[in-house]
């Protein structure tokens, strides 16, 4: 299984916008559950969002309600992440990860069995 996330890796001031892209393989997409965490400087894995399979279910940390939005197309085993209004405090590596969750484990970094190797997002104020 691999888990391709994009989309990070330059500079974005405060208030702008990015879209993060993990495009999955190995794995039958449409029957799992998509998540982005994020590590931000000397913190921990922390929940971003989640999308169930079929794009009917969605989770968001309440941090990131409201500027971040989650989604996927099963045609192409992309999920998405696309962040508007970004903070400083958005700052971190973003890791995708796929996985079978509950609806109430969503939120927990063991519900998911396979994580990509990460995209860097940095803020600028």
């Known amino acids: 299984v691999q888990l391709q996330a994009s989309g990070g890796g330059g500079l974005v001031q405060a208030g702008g916008s990015l879209r993060l892209s993990c495009a999955a393989s190995g794995l039958t997409f449409n029957r799992y559950s998509m998540a982005w965490f994020r590590q931000g400087p000397g913190k921990e894995r922390e929940f971003v969002a989640a999308?169930?399979?079929?794009?009917?279910?969605?989770w968001y940390a309440d941090s990131v309600k409201g500027r971040f939005t989650i989604s996927r197309d099963n045609a192409k085993n992309t999920v998405y992440l696309q962040m508007n209004n970004l903070k400083v405090e958005d700052t971190g590596v973003y890791y995708c990860a796929a996985g079978t969750p509950i609806n109430t484990s969503v939120r927990e970094r063991s519900s998911y069995a396979y994580w990509g190797q990460g995209t860097q997002v940095t803020v600028s104020s």
């Open positions: 999308i169930e399979w079929s794009s009917s279910g969605t």
